[in-house]
């Protein structure tokens, strides 16, 4: 979803994280604290959010500033698509969230699927790496890539609960619930139903 604020927003606070952490002289340093509040206030202004919040989600990370990575786990039973519904907003997703330090995205894919649906999975191999804001998702202070990982079901049982999800299904390409597009949009779940079943070396990238 192209918003040309919030691109500029993202691109002022880039600029700033890199000056705060490379420049040297006083001034210059000033100045990108002032570039970074400035993005803030932008953020803050268009999506009627207090400073606070905004500085601590958008602007509290220090060092270069580089994509945020968001993994996703694709498990398919009988030409059906593991789904959990998320506790935030009710909607369903993929099984998956932000990468964490430590993991490979293969691990994370396995983890979060059986934190998040209780099943037990094996990673196959890539099918997609994805641009966020080339894709009809709602606006987000993170510049984020998009990674889907099919794996195969080996084991575990759906869980009732868990911190994150409420409910866990498999559903066919044409019955999706309503899907929590934060998250992955209606077109990128129908796309992996054709990148899992099409040749190993065919990949979706941006």
């Known amino acids: 979803m192209n918003i040309p ?18 420049g040297e002289n006083g001034y210059d340093l000033e100045r990108y604290e002032a570039l970074r509040k400035i993005s803030v206030e932008m953020m803050s202004y268009f999506t009627d959010t207090p400073i606070d919040k ?15 990575v968001d993994i996703r786990a694709v498990v398919l039973q009988e030409n059906k698509i593991l789904l959990v519904q998320e506790r935030t907003d009710g909607a369903w997703a993929l099984p998956g969230g932000w990468a964490d330090i430590g993991y490979t995205p293969s691990e994370i894919a396995v983890k979060e699927t059986r934190e998040e649906a209780g099943y037990d999975v094996k990673p196959v191999r890539l099918l997609a790496v994805l641009d966020k804001k080339r894709h009809a998702h709602p606006p987000s202070p993170n510049y984020t890539y998009k990674i889907f990982i099919l794996c195969e079901l080996v084991g575990g049982e759906a869980l009732e609960v868990s911190l994150e999800t409420t409910k866990v299904g498999f ?3 044409n019955e999706l619930p309503p899907l929590s597009i934060e998250r992955n949009t209606v077109e990128q779940v129908k796309r992996m139903f054709e990148l899992a079943s099409g040749p190993a070396s065919q990949v979706l990238l941006d």
């Open 54 to 68: 905004v500085t601590e989600l958008f602007a509290g990370e220090t060092g270069y500033q580089t994509p945020k």
């Open 171 to 173: 559903f066919g390409e």
């Open 5 to 22: 604020w919030l691109h500029w927003a993202q691109e002022i606070q880039a600029i700033s994280q890199a000056g705060l952490t490379y």
